[in-house]
């Protein structure tokens, strides 16, 4: 006989029993297959982060219009506390999430699969804090150097960008691509910004180096009459350059404002470079279906 969903767990403080008890409805074999669940630990959510998620929810690509702060609220500290409780993938603990969701949530009236991206985003954010630590020890130097390293990736993403945009026959690519390439201009100015602000000098015109702007080159070369898929693939690999650079300067000991500048932007660019892979998934099986009909 099933056993009664407990519902009385609470992620946050780590109390109760947990509310996926449900899970074990399944058979012995069928939980064995899937694996034990998540043990919860304790774990704070910082003030910050609040306020954090507040002003960035509504540039998300989660964010359904009309939606208010309030509704995601619950799903943002929802992910960052279970990211510290949990640890681990956030697929393995989604089954839990589920159902804690349905005791955390509050005043929200979206369902787990609504949220879901909202609070997968809070869990990366997480992880990256505690990944991507910094003691700020890099002097200013270091900084405008690691900065201007950042710029010529904004600089070569843009280009890149800009270039599927004009050569792909789909709009909602065309569309996709075009954001893609504002954003990695935004990014640009605020590294520009940050490398005055430190009284370095912004280097100057394109780019002419790094792997990152050889995976473009080669991208510009590909886009006439290419495929949809293959501009998608393409531009999949150049944002993969894209972010181990953003990876290396996470590991530069930047000063605490720095770091969480280039933090927030390696987020976003991740969030893009996941999107890309979704339509490129979704391009190439489409491409398959045509071929096996």
């Known amino acids: 006989m099933a056993e009664e969903r407990d519902l009385t767990h609470d992620p946050i403080s780590g109390e109760g029993a947990h509310a996926a008890d449900e899970a074990r409805q399944d058979s012995g074999q069928e939980q064995r297959a899937a694996?034990?669940?998540?043990?919860a630990r304790a774990v704070d959510y910082p003030a910050?982060?609040?306020e954090y998620w507040r002003d960035a929810f509504m540039h998300e690509p989660f964010y359904e219009a009309g939606r208010s702060f309030e509704e995601y609220a619950p799903a943002f500290e929802l992910g960052w506390v279970s990211q510290g409780a949990y640890g681990g993938d956030f697929d393995a603990a989604d089954r839990v999430m589920a159902n804690d969701w349905e005791v955390r949530k509050g005043v929200s009236t979206l369902a787990w699969y609504q949220v879901r991206p909202a609070a997968r985003s809070s869990w990366r954010r997480a992880e990256h804090t505690r990944l991507f630590a910094t003691d700020g020890s890099a002097d200013a130097q270091q900084a405008i150097d690691t900065l201007n390293e950042l710029l010529e990736n904004a600089r070569d993403g843009e280009l890149g960008f800009r270039e599927a945009a004009e050569h792909t026959k789909t709009p909602s690519l065309s569309a996709l691509f075009g954001r893609r390439a504002d954003t990695c201009r935004q990014?640009?100015?605020e590294l520009s910004e940050q490398i005055e602000r430190l009284g370095g000098k912004v280097d100057a015109g394109g780019t002419v180096s790094g792997a990152a702007h050889r995976v473009w080159v080669h991208i510009r070369g590909?886009?006439?009459?290419a495929s949809d898929e293959t501009m998608l693939d393409e531009c999949e690999r150049g944002e993969d350059a894209a972010l181990a650079r953003y990876r290396?300067?996470?590991s530069q000991n930047l000063p605490p404002d720095l770091h969480s500048m280039v933090l927030r932007q390696f987020e976003g660019a991740q969030r893009n470079h996941d999107m890309i892979k979704a339509h490129r998934d979704r391009a190439r099986a489409e491409a398959q279906a045509r071929t096996d009909g």
Do not use: D, I, W
Not at 35 to 39: A, D, E, H, K, N
């Open 48 to 50: 910050g982060e609040s």
């Open 187 to 189: 990014a640009a100015a």
């Open 222 to 225: 590909l886009f006439g009459g």
């Open 248 to 250: 290396k300067a996470l």
């Open 35 to 39: 694996g034990p669940l998540p043990v």
